[in-house]
């Protein structure tokens, strides 16, 4: 099994490209060791001491390192626990994996379907490269929030990410969408 590593915009994080299917559908964060319970890829990349994060995306897995650890001790071992899971056989998540947008209903339901349809078709497969995912979590009186995950949480382009590029995007397509914000 070759792994690739990619950069990421976020220096924080880096992309592994098993080049194997990671998840079939859908992303999964786990921003913590505690939040891994249902995945074993998870729970053995967190085993390696300075992972802080760890992002599950159809194809890749984008890891966040401590501020005090360095890729160059940290990339060997997170390799090694990439490669270990995948001859162990088990599944990435056990159990349906969630990373979609949330819903949400009322009067502003078809603006905000017009929302999640621009995130999907052109704002995550952009973020997804740089190994990360955006989905959507409210919309209230022209402001979108986001959610913001793997690479693109904690990155520092994210904000200029939302403002120039999703924001502009959103405001153009729609016109009740007035501001964009990120969520924790």
């Not at 001859?87 to 998540?93: C, T």
Request: aromatic share 6%.
């Amino acid at each position: 099994m070759f792994i690739q590593t990619e950069t990421t915009p976020n220096p924080a994080t880096l992309k592994f490209l098993p080049g194997e299917t990671v998840l079939g559908s859908g992303t999964a964060d786990f921003p913590a060791a505690e939040a891994a319970a249902t995945s074993p890829l998870a729970r053995r990349i967190f085993a390696v001491p300075g992972v802080t994060g760890v992002f599950l995306g159809s194809d890749f897995v984008t890891v966040t390192k401590a501020d005090d650890a360095v890729w160059d001790h940290l990339k060997p071992s997170v390799l090694g626990a990439i490669m270990e899971h995948y001859q162990s056989g088990a599944p990435a998540i056990e159990g349906a994996s969630a990373g979609g947008h949330n819903d949400q209903d009322g009067p502003d339901a078809e603006i905000v379907s017009q929302i999640k349809e621009l995130l999907d078709t052109r704002v995550r497969p952009a973020v997804a490269q740089d190994g990360g995912d955006i989905t959507f979590h409210g919309f209230d009186r022209g402001v979108v929030y986001l959610h913001m995950q793997g690479a693109c949480a904690g990155c520092p382009s994210s904000t200029l990410t939302l403002k120039m590029g999703i924001e502009n995007l959103l405001r153009h397509y729609i016109p009740e969408v007035t501001e964009v914000r990120p969520v924790g």
